[in-house]
């Protein structure tokens, strides 16, 4: 509505010669001057009061009207008897011009044509309200639904494994106690883990992330991710494959070496041990993608594109748990960095997770020429 009010005053102060301004109510019912910094054809000055009689009676008011005709400038109301929307201020240059009948006649016709477009406005936001109001309770719903599923079973380790210790501390072995105390320490770093992953991705969606680029290199993200996920990938083949002629790409390294990270936890946590993982990059015309594939011989069915999303656990996300985040919160970075990301089948059997960077030239670097033979492999389709 104030992108509308503005292109209206701009309109009415061409047509008619004169300043205008679109007085909006507040919360209260209160009208108000706009907020944004006024515009070439703005009316600075309008008489609140005025204007305020003029929404409240449903009727015009000032200059060349029955109320207050000694007033400068004429108050027209955006409004019928069913809604109250706001008032249309207008100080001529010349009086007598918009004293005129047809040309008071074609302003009130315009102002009741903005009415009726703010009208339509105010109902299009009242359903878009409506709508994120039922998706923000189905998330929720979702979201504690899903959380209750994927806490009840580290939670009953911990308490078995606690109470165990507790009560029969001093009739078991220290290798079970030890057992006992390192199943407790794993299933709460998991639990905290999947909190952490839920806390991030309500962030990313509410925009409370900012991102924080500067040119990196893609070995060097991997390089922390790795380190991270040393542990978790120890029992897996791992094979890297990152060029030393990739380019540098303006990103904030940490999140994108969070969202590699989730696909390097994604594979290690729903394949087998000993599965080869492949983590390898390569540069496109205008992006660089980055891929972790591996070779497991999954199943053929994986919706591929289901799997990136909230809370989704598809054909190879049946045993390993989680809350379904991972992915998605992979795919929401690399968006905040104008990338995508995506998922494919390997022929062989196995999955190979994709995500792409644009590539910009960094300051003082020659853009290669169009056409020159880069050598890559061909372009991946984006999803």
């Known amino acids: 509505?104030?992108?509308?009010?503005?292109?209206?005053?701009?309109?009415?102060?061409?047509?008619?010669?004169?300043?205008?301004?679109?007085?909006?109510?507040?919360?209260?019912?209160?009208?108000?001057?706009?907020?944004?910094?006024?515009?070439?054809?703005?009316?600075?000055?309008?008489?609140?009061?005025?204007?305020?009689?003029?929404?409240?009676?449903?009727?015009?008011?000032?200059?060349?009207?029955?109320?207050?005709?000694?007033?400068?400038?004429?108050?027209?109301?955006?409004?019928?008897?069913?809604?109250?929307?706001?008032v249309l201020a207008v100080l001529p240059v010349n009086r007598r011009r918009i004293l005129l009948p047809e040309q008071r006649h074609l302003l009130e016709t315009f102002a009741g044509q903005l009415g009726l477009a703010m009208e339509r406005a105010q109902l299009a936001e009242i359903a878009e309200s409506a709508r994120v109001a039922a998706e923000t309770e189905s998330l929720r719903n979702t979201l504690l639904a899903s959380i209750s599923h994927d806490l009840r079973t580290p939670l009953a380790i911990m308490a078995g494994a606690s109470s165990t210790l507790v009560e029969a501390a001093d009739k078991l072995a220290p290798q079970e106690r030890q057992a006992l105390a390192e199943s407790i320490f794993e299933q709460s770093r998991d639990m905290a883990e999947r909190v952490t992953k839920?806390?991030?991705?309500?962030?990313?969606?509410?925009?409370?992330?900012?991102?924080?680029?500067?040119?990196?290199?893609?070995?060097?993200?991997?390089?922390?991710?790795?380190?991270?996920?040393?542990?978790?990938?120890?029992?897996?083949?791992?094979?890297?494959?990152?060029?030393?002629?990739?380019?540098?790409?303006?990103?904030?390294?940490?999140?994108?070496e969070q969202a590699l990270g989730n696909l390097l936890e994604n594979a290690a946590k729903h394949t087998p041990a000993g599965t080869v993982v492949r983590l390898y990059a390569q540069q496109r015309t205008n992006d660089l993608v980055v891929s972790v594939e591996d070779y497991s011989g999954g199943p053929s069915d994986v919706d591929v594109e289901r799997i990136f999303q909230k809370f989704a656990h598809g054909a190879i996300e049946t045993t390993a748990g989680g809350v379904g985040l991972g992915l998605a919160i992979c795919r929401a970075i690399v968006r905040l960095h104008g990338g995508n990301a995506w998922a494919e089948r390997v022929p062989a059997g196995g999955m190979v997770f994709r995500f792409s960077l644009p590539i910009e030239q960094p300051p003082g670097v020659v853009e290669r020429s169009p056409g020159s033979d880069d050598g890559l492999a061909p372009d991946y389709p984006h999803r």
């Open 198 to 256: 839920v806390l991030q991705m309500t962030r990313l969606e509410t925009g409370a992330i900012q991102i924080d680029r500067d040119w990196t290199s893609v070995g060097e993200v991997a390089s922390s991710a790795l380190s991270r996920m040393s542990e978790r990938l120890a029992s897996h083949r791992l094979i890297v494959e990152l060029p030393d002629d990739l380019p540098l790409v303006k990103v904030d390294a940490v999140l994108v």
């Open 1 to 86: 509505m104030k992108n509308m009010a503005r292109v209206a005053v701009r309109h009415v102060a061409e047509v008619f010669d004169c300043s205008a301004v679109v007085l909006l109510p507040d919360v209260n019912g209160k009208l108000r001057y706009p907020l944004e910094q006024p515009i070439e054809g703005s009316f600075a000055h309008a008489d609140l009061s005025i204007a305020q009689w003029v929404v409240d009676h449903g009727r015009r008011a000032g200059l060349g009207s029955d109320t207050l005709p000694a007033a400068s400038a004429l108050y027209v109301p955006l409004s019928d008897d069913r809604q109250r929307l706001g």
